[in-house]
């Protein structure tokens, strides 16, 4: 029986979406099993195997550093036959949601490790731990909350339980927390109830329960994506933001996680900055900044964005 040919362990080992992605950010970057793992939101256990496999098939080295095994793909050390395979796959992988995800989280990976210098030097990756450690997670958000003009009136579209406006209130004027599902609002009076300046109110984002130009700011965190016309909801907000307010969006970038229409109801898979551009127009917005906001790496979900709309003329 003739031997194998070199090209089938190659094809076998690039024919998987995820190790594709691996590959993209080993030709990057050299990296730890767990920092590629963070990456690319997989299980050490997966990533393993995954590695294992692409190693045999000579498409990445490894080398020991201390404890630490490190990977990389480096093209030019690649067999004939692996480059040109490797090269065909790239040619073809186009753009993809999980790669603009994967590209934000190699950044946070990149950016925890160890400064070379000083005290940050030598503590290195364990700075956050520390500093968490020593003065907790919340601190610079509720900090940076006192931003805000303390004579602002501030809703919460969607509020849930409550969460957001419970940490605005202590900054602004008021503050009113708007939701059409019972049982949030429910939850979200007895979160509240300890701010005498929080109102909560029962509606619709397309007909909210307010007054023409009430707030100064509209907030939608995780909210857009589970509304069926967005636009006609922008609309709606619209109305009741006053002609220099702002509305803050926060949701999930474009992704392809389509099981989250049927395990979670959500309408859209998250916006790209092109599409919620195009949805603030319709509503008469204009689209002031668009930023996708750094990744926990424990999270397991797509990326988040933050966007500003402006009331356009």
Same mark, same amino acid.
């Given at each position: 029986?003739?031997?194998?040919?070199?090209?089938?362990?190659?094809?076998?080992?690039?024919?998987?979406?995820?190790?594709?992605?691996?590959?993209?950010?080993?030709?990057?970057?050299?990296?730890?099993?767990?920092?590629?793992?963070?990456?690319?939101?997989?299980?050490?256990?997966?990533?393993s195997r995954h590695l294992k496999a692409l190693h045999e098939a000579r498409l990445v080295e490894k080398r020991a550093e201390g404890t630490a095994t490190l990977y990389r793909l480096r093209r030019e050390a690649l067999s004939k036959e692996a480059r040109a395979a490797?090269?065909?796959?790239?040619?073809?992988?186009?753009?993809?949601?999980?790669?603009?995800?994967?590209?934000?989280?190699?950044?946070?990976? #990149?950016?925890?490790?160890?400064?070379?210098?000083?005290?940050?030097?030598?503590?290195?990756?364990?700075?956050?731990?520390?500093?968490?450690?020593?003065?907790?997670?919340?601190?610079?958000?509720?900090?940076?909350?006192?931003?805000?003009?303390?004579?602002?009136?501030?809703?919460?579209?969607?509020?849930?339980?409550?969460? #957001?406006?419970?940490? #605005?209130?202590?900054?602004?004027?008021?503050?009113?927390?708007?939701?059409r599902e019972r049982a949030m609002l429910d939850a979200a009076r007895r979160r509240l109830s300890e701010h005498a300046n929080v109102e909560v109110r029962e509606g619709e984002l397309a007909a909210l329960p307010a007054q023409s130009g009430e707030f100064n700011a509209?907030?939608?965190?995780?909210?857009?994506?589970?509304?069926?016309?967005?636009?006609?909801?922008?609309?709606?907000?619209?109305?009741?933001?006053?002609?220099?307010?702002?509305?803050?969006?926060?949701?999930?970038?474009?992704?392809?996680?389509?099981?989250?229409?049927?395990?979670?109801?959500?309408?859209?898979?998250?916006?790209?900055?092109?599409?919620?551009?195009?949805?603030?127009?319709?509503?008469?917005?204009?689209?002031?900044?668009?930023?996708?906001?750094?990744?926990?790496?424990?999270?397991?979900?797509?990326?988040?964005?933050?966007?500003?709309?402006?009331?356009?003329?």
């Amino acid at each position: 029986m003739a031997s194998e040919s070199p090209v089938f362990p190659i094809f076998g080992a690039l024919a998987d979406l995820q190790r594709a992605r691996m590959l993209r950010l080993l030709e990057r970057e050299e990296l730890a099993v767990g920092e590629l793992a963070a990456a690319v939101q997989l299980p050490q256990s997966t990533m393993s195997r995954h590695l294992k496999a692409l190693h045999e098939a000579r498409l990445v080295e490894k080398r020991a550093e201390g404890t630490a095994t490190l990977y990389r793909l480096r093209r030019e050390a690649l067999s004939k036959e692996a480059r040109a395979a490797w090269e065909l796959v790239v040619g073809s992988l186009g753009a993809h949601p999980s790669f603009d995800d994967d590209d934000r989280r190699l950044a946070e990976v #990149i950016a925890s490790r160890a400064d070379p210098k000083g005290f940050f030097g030598r503590v290195g990756g364990e700075w956050s731990d520390l500093r968490k450690g020593l003065f907790g997670e919340r601190f610079a958000v509720e900090a940076l909350l006192a931003l805000a003009p303390r004579e602002w009136t501030v809703a919460d579209l969607g509020c849930g339980t409550g969460e #957001i406006a419970a940490e #605005i209130a202590p900054f602004v004027t008021k503050v009113v927390a708007i939701d059409r599902e019972r049982a949030m609002l429910d939850a979200a009076r007895r979160r509240l109830s300890e701010h005498a300046n929080v109102e909560v109110r029962e509606g619709e984002l397309a007909a909210l329960p307010a007054q023409s130009g009430e707030f100064n700011a509209c907030v939608l965190s995780l909210v857009l994506h589970h509304v069926r016309e967005p636009a006609r909801a922008l609309r709606g907000v619209r109305e009741t933001v006053s002609p220099d307010g702002i509305v803050i969006v926060i949701d999930m970038v474009e992704h392809d996680r389509t099981e989250y229409r049927t395990t979670m109801g959500h309408e859209h898979l998250g916006f790209s900055r092109a599409t919620l551009e195009s949805l603030a127009r319709e509503a008469g917005f204009l689209l002031d900044a668009y930023l996708p906001l750094r990744p926990a790496m424990d999270a397991r979900g797509p990326g988040l964005f933050v966007a500003r709309l402006l009331r356009a003329n």
